[in-house]
C-alpha cells in the first residue's frame, strides 16, 4: 500500500513540463468546451460547498467560482508548484478560492464536507488502488445527496478515438477508462445514479464526462 501512495504522477506526467500545461490541454483537450459543460452539469448553488480534486492550475476551479460566486470553492492538489500557479490564477482573476496540499486518496476533511466534488482529468494519474481509494475518500467527505462529476478518458466511441486511444492506453493508469470500467468502480464505491452525460473526441481519444450522486 505505501508503494502504492508514492506513485505520483504530474500534471503533464514529468515536473519539467508543468510550466506547459495550460496550452497543452487548450488545443489538445477541448478544454473551453468541455469544461464549460462540466461546469453546467455541477449545477452549483448559492451556499454550495465545492471541492475540485486534483484541481491543477485551477482553470475549471476558477470558472466554478465565476458561475456561482455565492458557492465556497476549494481546489485541493498533490504538486505544490501546480498550486501556486493556480493561487495566480485566482488572484489574477480577483476571485476567493481556498487552496489546499493534499492526496486524492487521503483527503484532508472531515465526513460529509461537500456538496459537490469535481474531479477533471485526475483519476487517469491514479494507479487502480488510488482510484478506489480517491473514490471512497470522495464519497465520505461528500454529503448525503451530494454528487460527484468527472471528466476523464473513456472507451473510445469511434474508430478514430479507438486508434489514438493506443498512446493513452499505454499509460497503466489509463487501462480501466479504455476499458470503461470507471463508472463501475464509481458504483463500486457507494454511488448510484451513476451515468455517463457526455462524450467528447480529443487528440487522445475519448473523453467523458459522468456525474454520480451519493445515497
Ligand atoms: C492532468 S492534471 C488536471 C488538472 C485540472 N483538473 C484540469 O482539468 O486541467 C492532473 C492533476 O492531478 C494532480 N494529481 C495527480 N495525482 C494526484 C493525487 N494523488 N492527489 C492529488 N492530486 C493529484 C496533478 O498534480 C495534476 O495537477
Keep these: 500500500m505505501e508503494e502504492t501512495h508514492q506513485q505520483y504522477i504530474p500534471a503533464l506526467r514529468f515536473g519539467w513540463l508543468t510550466g506547459l500545461y495550460d496550452p497543452v490541454i487548450r488545443w489538445t483537450m477541448r478544454e473551453g468546451l468541455f ?4 461546469v453546467e452539469q455541477v449545477g ?10 486534483g484541481c491543477g492550475t485551477a482553470t475549471l476551479t476558477v470558472l466554478l467560482k465565476q458561475h456561482q ?10 504538486d505544490p508548484v501546480v498550486l501556486a500557479r493556480a493561487r495566480k490564477k ?19 476533511y472531515p465526513d460529509h464536507s461537500f456538496d459537490r466534488i469535481v474531479a477533471s482529468l485526475l483519476l487517469h494519474h491514479l494507479t487502480s488502488d ?3 481509494l480517491a473514490l471512497a475518500e470522495t464519497f465520505r467527505v461528500l454529503k448525503p445527496s451530494g454528487e460527484l462529476h468527472i471528466a476523464d478518458f473513456g472507451k473510445p466511441h469511434t474508430l478514430l ?29 457507494g454511488f448510484i445514479h451513476v451515468e455517463e452525460t ?12 459522468i456525474r454520480a450522486v451519493k445515497p
Design 130 to 132: 488510488n482510484k478506489r
Design 161 to 189: 478515438m479507438a486508434s489514438v486511444s493506443l498512446v493513452v492506453r499505454w499509460l497503466e493508469e489509463a487501462y480501466e477508462h479504455v476499458k470503461g470500467m470507471v463508472p463501475g468502480l464509481i458504483h463500486d464505491a
Design 44 to 53: 452549483l448553488q448559492p451556499g454550495h460547498q465545492v471541492l475540485d480534486l
Design 90 to 108: 485566482a488572484a489574477e482573476a480577483g476571485i476567493k478560492i481556498s487552496f489546499d496540499e493534499g492526496m486524492a486518496y487521503q483527503l484532508p
Design 198 to 209: 457526455g462524450r467528447y473526441t480529443t487528440t487522445f481519444g475519448t473523453l467523458v464526462l
Design 69 to 78: 460566486p455565492q458557492a465556497t470553492v476549494v481546489g485541493l492538489d498533490g
Design 35 to 38: 469544461k464549460r459543460r462540466l
